[in-house]
């Protein structure tokens, strides 16, 4: 078999074969396949998409590129996964609410991808966090705390972690095929039983249109069947970021806000959505308004915070920045963003915040780039909000001033401002 092969069939839109597919993944995985042949075939997977079965098997392939996780002896074990979005600092939240409850949580997050952040970059924006463990210390964390949150640095889907940062790299992201096997091989390979998927809509997100997502949502859930692991889709509004805030720390601060119990409405929604759905998947109870109210009981009591600081003392983070995080770092200049009119604002979008936040240094341009961890954009206002010319909206924080004017300006004109209230939707469906 040649590589060159499987690029020009693919490039001719043609259906790859099992052993073809599995022989780009093996090799890409061991190095014998460069970068270059991979941003080919992988141009033309984006360009010419994937069969349902084409994309099981490069979902399957990547799976067994590395280890398969055994987490039997930990129980009925439920995971989460996003397929990205602006502002979305969901599982720093409903992991510890879900841990608390006693519900083992075991996962694999990502870096940020394309304008999208990443909840990985954002926890090691707490001084000293370890989110590469061994599989041993990954096991024993959940079976003494009931949660680690780890990255891609064990040996799980290794032909995942190379695609992802290629597909980055060449404007590729945006697929179905490979956001589906992207997410599914990371799924499989962690090991946990069930899953629920948070599939982001809309501007901010990798799908745009409710029908895109939809038919993400229904190949990823197809994938699990096929690999007997439950797995429930909740599409989810991405139109303006989620919360009031882009950016690592700021982000974690939110975070631990909202644990507080101080926690934005829109963030709420979609947390307690997929919470209740991972209780109902881990067998902890049927009723979506029951499961709410116990999560609600576990950020009340303090005990899903007390959870959060568990978990970073395991992995080696400063605890004390949990307790004070008036101790995170601030941006060197911190700029207002005024509006220009009075109004209700009927626009935020999300996609255009992501950039800003990257270009301010929370995220990367280039693969090498390091993140920031305190700058970003902290949102006064959002859609639906009517305000005043002249009040604050938001704030740019930023550590060289001269980008900090320039994404002044950029937010300033990204608010829209108009005379009519609009009403937003968090939940957009939900795929059982
Ligand atoms: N998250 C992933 O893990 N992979 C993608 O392709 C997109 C979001």
Do not use: W
């Not at 501007?203 to 007997?228: P, W, Y």
């Not at 920045?321 to 005024?338: R, S």
């Not at 300006?409 to 108009?418: D, R, S, V």
Request: with cysteine; net charge negative.
């Amino acid at each position: 078999m040649k590589i060159q092969d499987i690029i020009a069939k693919k490039r001719d839109g043609q259906v790859l074969t099992k052993e073809e597919i599995e022989y780009f993944v093996t090799n890409y995985t061991n190095g014998i396949i460069q970068d270059y042949q991979a941003a080919a075939l992988t141009m033309a997977i984006y360009i010419n998409g994937m069969n349902e079965q084409e994309t099981t098997d490069l979902t399957l392939a990547m799976a067994q590129s590395g280890d398969i996780l055994d987490l039997s002896e930990l129980g009925l074990v439920v995971d989460k996964h996003s397929t990205g979005g602006i502002g979305d600092k969901v599982t720093l939240i409903l992991a510890p609410i879900i841990a608390s409850l006693d519900i083992p949580v075991a996962k694999m997050s990502g870096r940020g991808l394309g304008y999208t952040g990443g909840t990985i970059d954002k926890l090691e924006s707490i001084p000293g966090y370890h989110t590469n463990l061994t599989i041993e210390e990954f096991k024993k964390n959940v079976k003494e705390i009931n949660i680690s949150l780890i990255g891609q640095t064990l040996n799980l889907a290794p032909a995942d972690k190379k695609l992802y940062a290629l597909r980055d790299s060449i404007a590729a992201t945006e697929s179905i095929p490979l956001i589906s096997s992207s997410i599914m091989s990371k799924k499989i390979a962690a090991g946990a039983n069930k899953i629920v998927l948070d599939v982001t809509c809309g501007n901010g997100a990798f799908m745009k249109e409710l029908s895109q997502a939809e038919k993400l949502a229904k190949t990823m859930k197809k994938i699990g069947e096929l690999a007997h692991k439950e797995t429930v889709c909740i599409i989810t509004d991405m139109n303006e970021p989620l919360g009031k805030t882009v950016g690592n720390s700021l982000e974690v601060k939110e975070a631990i806000e909202a644990l507080k119990g101080n926690m934005e409405d829109d963030v709420k929604e979609v947390v307690l959505t997929l919470g209740a759905y991972m209780m109902k998947l881990a067998g902890k109870g049927d009723n979506i308004a029951d499961n709410q109210q116990k999560m609600l009981e576990q950020i009340n009591s303090g005990k899903a915070l007390e959870k959060l600081k568990q978990l970073v003392k395991k992995q080696g983070g400063d605890v004390t920045y949990l307790e004070n995080h008036e101790k995170f770092e601030y941006a060197n200049y911190i700029l207002p963003v005024l509006a220009e009119q009075s109004g209700y604002i009927t626009d935020l979008n999300a996609q255009k915040i992501g950039e800003i936040s990257m270009r301010l240094g929370a995220g990367r341009i280039k693969k090498e780039d390091t993140i920031d961890p305190s700058v970003g954009v902290a949102l006064e206002r959002k859609v639906g909000d009517y305000v005043e010319k002249g009040e604050i909206l938001a704030y740019i924080h930023a550590n060289k001033e001269e980008t900090g004017k320039q994404e002044q300006k950029c937010l300033a004109e990204i608010y829209q401002i108009g005379p009519q209230k609009k009403q937003k939707k968090n939940i957009l469906e939900i795929i059982e």
